[in-house]
């Protein structure tokens, strides 16, 4: 059973920033494509950065393109999504997420829990 565990998230106002952090199995991280999956109320589910196995190519959707930025260290087998410049749209429940496929910002469907963490709440307010 694969393990993700998430943490960060909170409260913040716009033009603001928040760090979110997830761990996983030296495998996980290791070998598979991994990044950060978002559900805002009402929205549907969407890709938000995905990196490589090895850490070095990054994927954004475009609606965080030039404010999040996402990376990976191998040595602690933790995976990081800076935020900045957040906005109200921003606002949502964040997962950490694995198995993606990279070049598409695409991820497994919710319903597979395993490759999800519990995720965290992120608000923005305005």
């Known amino acids: 059973k694969v393990q993700l565990v998430e943490s960060g998230g909170g409260s913040v106002q716009a033009g603001g920033s928040l760090t979110l952090t997830c761990t996983a199995s030296e495998y996980i991280m290791n070998n598979y494509c991994s990044g950060w999956v978002r559900q805002g109320p009402g929205k549907e589910r969407e890709g938000v950065a995905a990196i490589d196995s090895m850490g070095i190519a990054r994927n954004y959707a475009n609606s965080v393109k030039g404010r999040f930025t996402i990376s990976k260290d191998r040595a602690k087998n933790t995976l990081y999504l800076q935020m900045d410049n957040l906005t109200p749209e921003d606002s949502a429940m964040y997962y950490c997420?694995?198995?993606?496929?990279?070049?598409?910002?695409?991820?497994?469907?919710?319903?597979?829990?395993?490759?999800y963490s519990q995720g965290t709440q992120v608000t923005v307010s305005s």
């Open positions: 997420a694995t198995d993606c496929a990279f070049s598409y910002v695409r991820f497994p469907p919710a319903e597979e829990t395993d490759y």
